[in-house]
């Protein structure tokens, strides 16, 4: 078994800041986990704590139940591929793959059966005899990756292991690494800042933020009923509001922009006494958008008007981005009739999420 545990894990660095702080986190075995948050969340800070590059400071990290909190990194059987590929040049595609089977002790007859039999799995039967110059950087990001579990390690571990890569070239070593550690039951925590990659390839996602944990779910639940409205923020681009409770309803009161918020749902608890603040998140699924009217850009209905601001086109119709009483809203609009920036359109947003 490869499943992890992680218990109150916490690392300070000597100059006094926290990469870290009360990290709980249990990883099944063979789950493929995304770790993302913004530059400095700690994502990467928990991967080399995990790999044993990094000592914590306070916590545990287990491994199939063992504790290896301790153990150095070259005992935790892990593998590990980084952005940047770190194929060695002077070996040859072979020698690069076979390099910690060498270190092991492994015989040199198991260690050509195994070289070829990983090559082929993550394919590139035929190319042992190649030199890492001629490949592709896909080519040597699979040299990498066969490298990293040619030894049969419990956990694989992927810091940005894509992120160096061209479409659609990304996409398709993507898919090619999920098939490969599905098949093999291969434990992975996959390092990315890109939210998108995260939600369509791990089983769970751990959000990270100024060294904490904001959030630990699968990609649906994450996406439709994130636990923050920091988390709503970052993973779907949801719009923050400041608002109170007000004779039992929530409202919005902005210069130009008064909103009585209808058919919202409360997240985490009650939405606060009489006059209290709250935190409304719209996600753009929850944004409605129709024809410009005659309410103006203030309004005391459920919906009311805004101007489009932005146009992007997103295969299958419209990302818009929308200013209404100074807020801005991200909504998707249909592929035809293609949105022009400066359009007024009315707005209705459902189920809003609010947070005491």
């Given at each position: 078994m490869s499943d992890i545990t992680i218990d109150n894990l916490g690392v300070t660095f000597p100059d006094g800041t926290v990469g870290l702080e009360n990290i709980n986190l249990g990883i099944r075995s063979g789950e493929f986990v995304a770790l993302i948050g913004p530059s400095g969340s700690g994502k990467t800070t928990l991967l080399r704590t995990l790999a044993g590059f990094i000592r914590p400071s306070a916590g545990t990290i287990s491994i199939g139940g063992a504790d290896v909190s301790a153990t150095p990194p070259e005992k935790r059987r892990m593998g590990m591929v980084f952005q940047q590929h770190a194929v060695w040049p002077h070996m040859s595609v072979a020698d690069n793959?076979?390099?910690?089977?060498?270190?092991?002790?492994?015989?040199?007859?198991e260690q050509r059966e195994r070289v070829e039999r990983t090559l082929e799995t993550v394919g590139l039967e035929g190319y042992a005899g190649r030199n890492p110059s001629t490949l592709s950087g896909g080519q040597r990001?699979?040299?990498?990756?066969?490298?990293?579990?040619?030894?049969?390690?419990?956990?694989?571990?992927?810091?940005?292991a894509l992120s160096a890569l061209d479409e659609p070239l990304r996409d398709?070593?993507?898919?090619?690494?999920?098939?490969l550690?599905?098949?093999?039951?291969?434990?992975?925590?996959h390092v990315t800042h890109d939210r998108k990659e995260a939600i369509a390839i791990a089983d769970r996602i751990a959000v990270l933020h100024d060294g904490r944990l904001e959030q630990f779910a699968a990609p649906d639940t994450l996406v439709t009923r994130p636990a923050t409205a920091w988390v709503a923020s970052f993973i779907s681009d949801a719009t923050l509001l400041p608002a109170q409770v007000r004779g039992g309803r929530v409202v919005v009161e902005r210069p130009g922009l008064s909103w009585p918020v209808q058919s919202l749902e409360v997240v985490g608890g009650g939405a606060g006494m009489e006059g209290a603040p709250v935190t409304v998140a719209v996600l753009p699924e929850a944004v409605g958008i129709g024809g410009g009217g005659e309410m103006g850009?203030?309004?005391?209905?459920?919906s009311f008007e805004a101007t489009i601001t932005s146009v992007l086109f997103e295969v299958?119709?419209?990302?818009?981005?929308?200013?209404?009483?100074?807020?801005?809203?991200?909504g998707r609009m249909p592929a035809a009739p293609r949105p022009e920036v400066g359009d007024r359109v009315s707005v209705a947003v459902t189920r809003p999420l609010v947070y005491a």
């Open positions: 793959v076979a390099y910690p089977l060498r270190r092991a002790g492994v015989k040199r007859a990001q699979r040299v990498a990756l066969a490298r990293a579990i040619v030894s049969a390690p419990s956990v694989l571990l992927l810091d940005e398709s070593l993507r898919r090619e690494l999920v098939t550690t599905r098949q093999s039951q291969l434990t992975t925590v850009a203030s309004t005391s209905g459920s299958t119709g419209y990302s818009v981005t929308l200013e209404a009483g100074g807020v801005d809203f991200r």
